[in-house]
């Protein structure tokens, strides 16, 4: 095990065992160098980009990183020399240029490898199934001609949104976080999806049978249908409006658990032509109560056979894909992606995902060797360890000093650990401080700029 996880933290090892299939099938296209004054080939610009989300830095960062060897693995392979020379220039021009060159289609090939194969060697099940929690997000996108075309802007009652958006569905297992190929699509305009559509195309990549969990949002009939018909289980939660179709004769208060048959009304559509019309599953109501808060009734609908106790456990996980979003937004800087074309868009969300993925397989291949559940350890404190580590390993001397780093790296792990919380939150969340306020941004620069100088008669 320790041995698997050492081959794991040497984080470009395994990027290329994990891509050598994709390097045997299209080898020249793989090491492809525009010229011989050129180290970036597709394998190479694809390898950085992940570093370039794995170390949380920029384009100078993850160049000024090669000198330290981190992509002396990817580097062996290129027929390049200046990297055989090991001469090239930390300007970032020219590593700007590939990534717009590198084809989306090879990006895809490469994330879908990754995940995949992350995938299959994670997860456990619960019930009888692997169980997936989903959820949606939206990201902010820079106001380009090119995006323009693909991804419209919005609009508020304030007007017109400056920056346009990008909604992405994200499913991730609930006990180790690993995540799926991810869907998007635009929020508003002809090519705009709803979260529920996006959740159809999950389902299409998930292995039959697999348990999804999903809040109010994914509680409606279009997606339960898509799911089943899949041959998945679900789980979701309902709105309380939803729910008074399943409540006929039962009291206003107090735990409901019955069989129903829940049917397609005039008003759904449906995500596939070939989703059933009518679904089999549970309905239940349960009210919690907690000291020191308002009681709250929830309502689900599910296809699972458990108690009410262990369904209830098994949605209480489904808060572990907040902070999975949290760190896709916040850790690998997706809040606001900094690029000006829709490719890039594209490429940028598919491999800050599989570099997630890669950080994700070093913890559930560690949490066992330290005793912990992967849940309880920060990804944001142990994927600063694996990055620090993976270098030290990686650049060991000798067999020793490789073990000597391995002891360290699983100390390290081990005092990631989560604390528990003893008193739970009761105050409400406040901010320390007001942030000032700036007009809204409507219009370009330009075209603030031209008004201005209209206004003080300065052509």
Not at 24 to 47: D, G, M, Q, T
Not at 118 to 137: N, Y
Not at 227 to 232: I, L
């Amino acid at each position: 095990m320790i041995k698997k996880l050492e081959e794991l933290i040497k984080l470009s090892d395994k990027f290329i065992e994990l891509t050598a299939s994709i390097a045997e099938e299209k080898e020249e296209e793989w090491f492809y160098l525009r010229n011989n004054e050129s180290i970036f080939n597709p394998a190479l610009v694809v390898w950085l980009m992940l570093l370039k989300a794995i170390y949380q830095t920029s384009s100078a960062g993850v160049l000024a990183l090669i000198d330290k060897g981190v992509a002396d693995g990817v580097l062996k392979k290129s027929k390049s020399q200046k990297a055989n020379l090991k001469k090239y220039s930390n300007n970032t021009g020219g590593f700007s240029k590939a990534q717009s060159r590198l084809p989306k289609e090879d990006v895809e090939d490469v994330c879908e490898v990754i995940i995949k194969s992350i995938l299959k060697d994670s997860g456990k099940e619960r019930m009888g199934a692997k169980v997936v929690s989903i959820d949606g997000t939206t990201l902010c996108l820079e106001n380009t001609k090119d995006i323009l075309e693909e991804y419209e802007q919005g609009s508020n009652q304030h007007g017109t949104i400056y920056h346009p958006e990008v909604r992405m569905l994200l499913a991730t297992e609930i006990d180790t976080g690993v995540a799926f190929i991810p869907k998007y699509a635009p929020v508003v305009g002809k090519f705009s999806k709803s979260e529920q559509e996006l959740a159809g195309e999950v389902f299409n990549q998930a292995d039959k049978d697999t348990t999804f969990v999903g809040d109010r949002n994914f509680g409606v009939f279009s997606v339960v249908s898509a799911a089943t018909t899949q041959g998945h289980k679900v789980l979701f939660r309902l709105t309380e409006a939803r729910a008074k179709k399943f409540l006929l004769e039962e009291k206003k208060i107090g735990l409901v658990d019955k069989q129903v048959t829940w049917k397609a009304s005039s008003q759904d559509k449906m995500l596939n032509s070939g989703d059933t019309t009518t679904v089999t599953g549970r309905f239940i109501r349960i009210t919690i109560e907690q000291d020191g808060f308002r009681p709250v009734t929830l309502f689900f609908f599910t296809t699972l056979t458990g108690t009410v106790e262990e369904i209830l456990s098994l949605y209480n996980k489904r808060q572990h894909i907040e902070t999975d979003i949290r760190h896709f937004k916040y850790l690998f800087k997706m809040e606001r992606l900094n690029v000006k074309s829709r490719d890039m868009v594209a490429k940028e969300i598919l491999l800050r995902v599989a570099s997630y993925n890669l950080i994700r397989s070093v913890i559930v291949k560690a949490a066992p060797l330290v005793n912990l559940a992967v849940r309880k350890i920060s990804f944001e404190r142990a994927a600063r360890v694996i990055v620090i580590y993976g270098e030290l390993i990686f650049n060991a001397p000798n067999r020793k000093k490789k073990d000597e780093l391995m002891e360290k790296f699983l100390i390290r792990i081990r005092q990631c650990r989560l604390p528990d919380r003893k008193r739970k939150r009761l105050e409400p969340r406040k901010v320390t401080r007001i942030k000032r306020t700036f007009p809204l941004f409507k219009n370009s620069r330009e075209h603030d700029k031209y008004e201005i100088l209209k206004k003080l008669h300065i052509s």
